[in-house]
């Protein structure tokens, strides 16, 4: 394998990605495994107008085939808006502070993808559906999480009914606990018997 094109990242730099070795047994899922690691470099770094085209070339008498990675260079792209949809009890804020990418920073596909868990790991949503769309200026992207959120209340109450020989004692316990108090991500948690 090896890359041309390149002129933000050296031939080194992105060799590194590569985990095939000359001489391997072909396996196309390790080959579109470690071109997608090379498009990562870029896409971690902006870089995501960029094109990546693979040219195969078949060397019938040797029973290899040579591949070359094509890369169109573009400009870096900025995040000019994250917005998050799909609220309905949780004020924005609770959330925004979760993201890991932000408006005005280079667009990084692993802060994308950070952004995304550590909106699903506050316990307040049961669904994160991450979009991304070009923005108004160029070179800029608008990143958007679609959320559901999840049962944030609980009540539970009951009753127990017991026999001995002086009478028949009941007791009883009632419960309350909200996981977002006026949408704020705090718990409060109420109970007694």
């Known amino acids: 394998i090896s890359v041309e094109g390149n002129e933000v990242y050296s031939d080194e730099e992105l060799m590194k990605s ?9 396996d196309i899922t390790k080959i579109q495994s470690n071109i997608s690691s ?11 107008q960029n094109t990546i085209d693979i040219r ?9 085939i040579d591949y070359t990675v094509v890369i169109g260079e573009k400009g870096q792209a ?27 920073d280079i667009f990084s596909k692993q802060k ?9 790991n506050t316990g307040l949503l049961t669904d994160v559906v991450p979009s991304i769309n070009y923005g108004t200026q160029p ?14 209340m609980n009540i539970g109450f009951g009753a127990t009914f017991g026999g001995n ?10 419960s ?16 007694t018997e």
Request: charged share 20%; no cysteine.
């Open 18 to 26: 590569i985990t095939l070795t000359p001489g391997s047994v072909l």
């Open 38 to 48: 090379i498009a990562d470099n870029y896409w971690n770094n902006g870089y995501v």
């Open 56 to 64: 195969e070339n078949r060397n019938e008498e040797n029973n290899t």
């Open 78 to 104: 900025r995040v000019e808006e994250v917005i998050i949809r799909g609220l309905t009890k949780t004020k924005e804020y609770v959330l925004t502070r979760e993201l890991s990418i932000k408006a005005g």
């Open 112 to 120: 994308y993808i950070q952004s995304a868990q550590n909106l699903f």
């Open 139 to 152: 070179n800029s992207l608008v990143v958007i999480s679609t959320v559901t959120e999840g049962n944030q």
């Open 165 to 174: 020989v002086e009478g028949f004692p009941v007791s009883g316990f009632l």
């Open 176 to 191: 309350w606990e909200d996981g977002n108090v006026g949408g704020t991500g705090r718990d409060l948690n109420i109970s």
